[in-house]
């Protein structure tokens, strides 16, 4: 699999369901962090979880990190309408500059 | 609050063209980075900028791309003939003003067509 696999593909969920999504990696990594992207726009930063926590929690956003599995997952609760959009993670990979993206899951919600 | 800027939103043109995107990073970021998005697909690195050189590069970014920074704000980036597979969105990315500062912050892409 590709640095940065996240599932599921695409995710449908009602206002106030919780909504979880996943993110797979392969390589060493200093953080990462999950972006939103509603459709055609750019990318919002959400969080970052560094490769020595465990657990992050940013408002309605719970993100955990588990580097012994390298995978990471992220937990929107109580969710919205407006929460619709792609998310992807992305690692900082050890050594580099740069963000390596995952393929993003398209969260619908309905209202 | 601070934002990253980029025009055009949205560029249209011919194949073999040079086309130069344009980003305004938030202004007390030391490190930008282009990025791109093919319709549908997960967005990739192109390039890495700092102390006004190239520090990153993917296979990507041949010599057909060059990035610039002309002046203390403005961040470009041009592609000297384009080709239809340079059909894209393409992100400007900042963060900063330290190196242990992550969090990248993009701008709102540009649209650009190659017909």
């Known amino acids: 699999s590709q640095q940065g696999e996240e599932d599921p593909q695409a995710l449908s969920i009602q206002e106030g369901e919780n909504a979880t999504m996943n993110c797979s990696y392969k390589?060493?990594?200093?953080?990462l962090q999950w972006y939103r992207q509603n459709s055609g726009r750019g990318l919002v930063h959400l969080i970052l979880?560094?490769?020595?926590?465990r657990e992050k929690h940013s408002g309605r956003l719970r993100v955990t990190l588990d580097t012994s599995k390298k995978s990471s997952s992220l937990l929107i609760t109580a969710s919205r309408a407006a929460d619709t959009a792609s998310y992807f993670c992305?690692?900082?990979?050890?050594?580099?500059?740069?963000?390596?993206f995952g393929t993003g899951t398209r969260l619908l919600v309905s209202p | 609050e601070p934002e990253v800027t980029q025009t055009p939103s949205h560029q249209v043109t011919q194949m073999g063209q040079e086309v130069i995107l344009r980003c305004v990073p938030i202004s007390n970021h030391l490190y930008f980075y282009w990025y791109r998005q093919i319709l549908g697909q997960k967005v990739e690195f192109l390039v890495s900028f700092y102390n006004n050189e190239i520090s990153e590069k993917s296979e990507i970014f041949d010599d057909q791309f060059s990035v610039e920074r002309p002046d203390g704000s403005n961040f470009t980036l041009k592609i000297r003939s384009t080709k239809l597979e340079d059909s894209a969105m393409y992100f400007c990315?900042?963060?900063?003003?330290?190196?242990?500062?992550?969090?990248?912050?993009f701008g709102p892409g540009t649209r650009l067509t190659v017909t």
């Open positions: 390589t060493s990594i200093n953080n």
């Open positions: 990315a900042s963060r900063g003003p330290t190196e242990i500062h992550y969090e990248q912050y």
């Open positions: 992305a690692t900082y990979v050890m050594g580099f500059q740069k963000l390596v």
């Open positions: 979880i560094r490769s020595n926590e």
